[in-house]
């Protein structure tokens, strides 16, 4: 048996997050079990979204939670790390300068990646494998900045597309009609073969709406459970959410419009249910990390510690 650990670095518009997964190698599989996830309230998007550019604080914040986390992965002895930097980043016009600031003064390598490769990153998850029958699925990833959304039929990816929705453009009255137009007319073109269409979710905000569901782990969330919970959670201020839901300040506010996204994507596609496994971007980085890193490629954005 071998033990490796891999580090991702997930750059959003509302948090930054390190991932450290243990990755063990044996004679018959290959297995991840994650280790440890620390995740800091950056909020990029706050500053992208509004006047376009990164400003110093937020910088100065990135740049010492790179160096946190450089620490942290030599601590925990990491082989490989890769960090990506989502639609806040990349739609910042000093994003480029930011990503060079950062190397300079932490040693850590960003990868500015677009909307295509983030939701690669996000089909490398293994979704295939969460998938026990043939009806059509939608895989649904909800970001601070962006919506990635994937449809499976016959267990294989046959659409994908990233969306200009997300929480936090929300909250800054980023997100307009067309922008929900546009979305409600590719889900509405999909062909989902006279099928019940099924969600897969992901994203922190819906795994926090399913722990408030209190649903067994496995069981789906229904469309109806999920209207509930949104009625549940706008009944409360977001003073309310932090004291009496104990929620962390950056969950409580973006949590409602998260909720949004899916309803209205589980009602264009008259989607009764929505499965909620535990896995990100973060995870898809791990997963792509380690394929490339055994096989040896050179890939940008990997890099050894």
């Known amino acids: 048996m071998k033990l490796l650990k891999f580090a991702a670095i997930d750059i959003g518009s509302n948090a930054v997050r390190l991932l450290l997964t243990n990755v063990i190698e044996d004679e018959k599989k290959t ?7 620390i995740r800091m309230p950056v909020r ?3 500053d992208s979204f509004n006047t376009g550019v990164i400003t110093e604080r937020r910088i100065e914040k990135l740049s010492k939670t790179m160096l946190a986390f450089k620490y942290l992965m030599e601590v925990e002895d990491v082989v490989a790390y890769r960090a990506c930097a989502t639609s806040a980043m990349r739609e910042a016009s000093n994003g480029k300068e930011v990503v060079k600031r950062i190397k300079k003064e932490t040693g850590i390598e960003i990868e500015i990646i677009d909307g295509k490769e983030e939701a690669e990153i996000i089909y490398s998850n293994q979704i295939v494998e969460m998938i026990d029958d043939l009806n059509p699925y939608l895989y649904v990833d909800v970001g601070g900045g962006s919506t990635e959304i994937s449809l499976f039929l016959e267990k294989k990816r046959v659409a994908t597309q990233s969306f200009d929705i997300g929480t936090i453009r929300i909250l ?3 997100v307009g009609k067309k922008d929900y137009k546009k979305m409600k007319d590719w889900i509405k073109d999909l062909e989902f073969n006279g099928k019940e269409v099924k969600l897969i979710g992901s994203g922190g905000n819906i795994n926090k709406i399913y722990k408030t569901s209190a649903k067994k782990e496995g069981e789906p969330l ?6 509930e919970i949104n009625k549940f959670l706008n009944f409360y201020t977001i003073e309310e959410r932090i004291k009496v839901l104990g929620m962390n300040p950056d969950r409580a506010d973006v949590i409602i419009p998260a909720s949004e996204i899916f309803l209205k994507i589980m009602k264009w596609s008259d989607a009764t249910q929505i499965i909620v496994p535990t896995i990100g971007v973060s995870d898809g980085i791990v997963r792509q990390l380690y394929k490339d890193y055994s096989s040896k490629k050179k890939v940008n954005g990997i890099t050894n510690l």
């Open 172 to 174: 800054n009255d980023k």
């Open 31 to 37: 297995s991840f079990r994650k280790s440890s996830l």
């Open 44 to 46: 990029l998007g706050e």
């Open 222 to 227: 229904l469309y109806g459970e999920l209207v």
